[in-house]
């Protein structure tokens, strides 16, 4: 496929399930949804991807109709804030922003349960992960095993994870 049979296009995210390994997208255009597979997530360094998100994405038309072949960026997460259950809220966003990137493995994430743990590479403490900081990084779920970059503090209770990234994130 060249460039030339692909366009840009902005939109948000209808639905993902990583599950299912797809979801679809809304232009900002308007017209049919597109599918987001979850290869082309993964090529941007994330395996799932939050409800109503903003993104750039370049698309093209197959047989089937329109398909996301490259995501341009992620524009941010919708604007939705659940502070009685994210205790990172309680912190300035300029401090969190602040926060070095650290490398760190998922021991698990329940979606259900909306949180999960991580640990930093070369450290024995768990990391809490809860899922309003996953929504707020663009993510729906993680999978164990699963490698990211983390921005954490000190929470009321240990080590809180206040921004999650792709893993590669933490090299640059």
Do not use: C
Request: glycine share 8%; proline share 2%; no cysteine.
């Amino acid at each position: 496929m060249t460039e030339a049979e692909q366009r840009e296009l902005r939109g948000r995210v209808k639905w993902f399930d990583a599950t299912k390994g797809f979801g679809f997208i809304v232009a900002d255009e308007g017209g049919k949804d597109i599918l987001l597979h979850a290869n082309v997530l993964r090529n941007f360094g994330q395996s799932s991807i939050a409800d109503g998100t903003e993104l750039r994405v370049l698309v093209h038309e197959t047989e089937r109709g329109i398909q996301a072949s490259a995501i341009v960026e992620i524009i941010r997460a919708p604007d939705r804030m659940d502070s009685a259950q994210d205790e990172s809220a309680d912190f300035d966003l300029a401090e969190l922003e602040a926060l070095p990137m650290v490398a760190a493995r998922v021991k698990w994430f329940d979606r259900t349960k909306g949180f999960g743990f991580a640990n930093i590479f070369g450290r024995p403490e768990d990391v809490f992960i809860h899922a309003e900081v996953l929504r707020r990084s663009s993510l729906s779920e993680l999978m164990p095993g699963e490698a990211v970059s983390l921005r954490v503090t000190e929470g009321r209770r240990g080590l809180l994870a206040v921004g999650v990234y792709a893993w590669d994130t933490a090299l640059h």
